[in-house]
């Protein structure tokens, strides 16, 4: 490989003379040789030269910092992505932590070369985070990623808040996970808000997107116990992936499936049996579908439709129908497993 023969070449020629140029010139090559390797599929290698790459320049920073902080910067966040591909999320959070106050010293001189890679490095670490099941960290690090993307987006609104969203839509996530459920609603909120706007100009790009924020937020005021803005979020969720379904049912029917269902359990705690029941027929039915496919995946999902279903026709005096529908969920449910509490 020519790559990997220039930075074999360069690595013979340090010699007294010119040892700071020689080393810059053997990271730059190691830097090239690791795109060089990930299109060929060897990640393992890319991170292998990319950390070969840091070494280097870690040593020239201490020297030079003024002149090989961004390149430090630049093979560190790299690094990163590279191990976060072999699933080595906290050796990546490791080299995330040593990449963010470098980018923090050079956002403060260049703020806007430099603000972006710094609040991508807060968001990638938010990720690496959530790898490991840190929530707490992981809601940290996305919090700083969204001030410094919410700055941005006020000033470049074209350029930046696509980026926005994606860091609200995760924080929303990863507060949902520690329970904090109405911070976590109002993360989405600005989120749904971005994304409205965005959706009008590029429907197909942003509307799934805004589908599943809608999801997230009436999930997240369920939880709440706001019940009536839920449902109303969640009725348009379903509106939206009404329309995807048809166009793409394979990859959007599971989506409006689960809307379907969050959306009839609403309606019925809302005292509204009559429209929920209309809307859980929808989420079974698709469920039914569903199974033929991937019956591991979506059997536990049908099972608690139809669970669910029938309590819902129970209340409205259908006992009958509910009996059928409870000795489908019977025949669904492989034994000793999927045991659901539906609403009552």
């Given at each position: 490989?020519?790559?990997y ?25 190691l830097?090239?040789?690791?795109f ?41 966040f ?9 699933k ?40 690496y ?5 840190d ?14 993307r ?48 965005l ?23 369920e ?57 859980l027929?929808q ?9 033929k ?6 059997r ?45």
């Amino acid at each position: 490989m020519e790559t990997y023969t220039e930075a074999l070449s360069i690595r013979s020629m340090l010699d007294s003379r010119h040892p700071l140029k020689v080393k810059a010139l053997t990271a730059s090559s190691l830097h090239k040789l690791a795109f060089s390797l990930e299109k060929q599929g060897e990640i393992e290698k890319a991170a292998w030269a990319t950390g070969e790459a840091a070494s280097i320049r870690r040593e020239l920073h201490q020297l030079q910092s003024s002149v090989y902080k961004v390149d430090l910067a630049t093979s560190l966040f790299n690094h990163s992505v590279y191990l976060e591909k072999l699933k080595l999320y906290s050796d990546a959070s490791r080299t995330i932590d040593e990449v963010k106050p470098l980018f923090q010293e050079l956002a403060t001189a260049q703020p806007g070369k430099f603000q972006p890679r710094l609040a991508t490095a807060f968001h990638s670490n938010g990720v690496y985070m959530e790898m490991v099941g840190d929530f707490t960290k992981a809601s940290e690090e996305m919090r700083q990623a969204v001030i410094y993307r919410r700055e941005l987006a006020s000033k470049n609104p074209a350029s930046h808040r696509t980026e926005l969203v994606q860091s609200l839509y995760n924080l929303g996530v990863y507060l949902e996970k520690q329970r904090d459920f109405k911070e976590a609603a109002e993360v989405a909120g600005e989120a749904i808000v971005v994304l409205r706007q965005l959706a009008i100009s590029e429907p197909d790009s942003y509307q799934p997107k805004l589908a599943s924020t809608l999801h997230n937020r009436a999930v997240y005021l369920e939880m709440s116990k706001v019940i009536t803005e839920a449902s109303e979020l969640m009725a348009e969720a379903v509106a939206i992936r009404t329309v995807l379904a048809l166009h793409n049912p394979a990859r959007f029917k599971a989506d409006l499936s689960h809307s379907l269902y969050n959306y009839g359990v609403y309606l019925g705690k809302l005292g509204r049996q009559r429209d929920a029941l209309d809307v859980l027929r929808q989420a079974v039915e698709n469920y039914r579908e569903l199974i033929k496919r991937q019956p591991d995946v979506y059997r536990p999902k049908l099972v608690r439709s139809l669970e669910t279903l029938g309590v819902c026709l129970r209340k409205l005096g259908l006992s009958g129908e509910a009996g059928v529908v409870y000795e489908e969920a019977m025949s669904a449910r492989k034994p000793g497993k999927y045991a659901f509490t539906a609403y009552t």
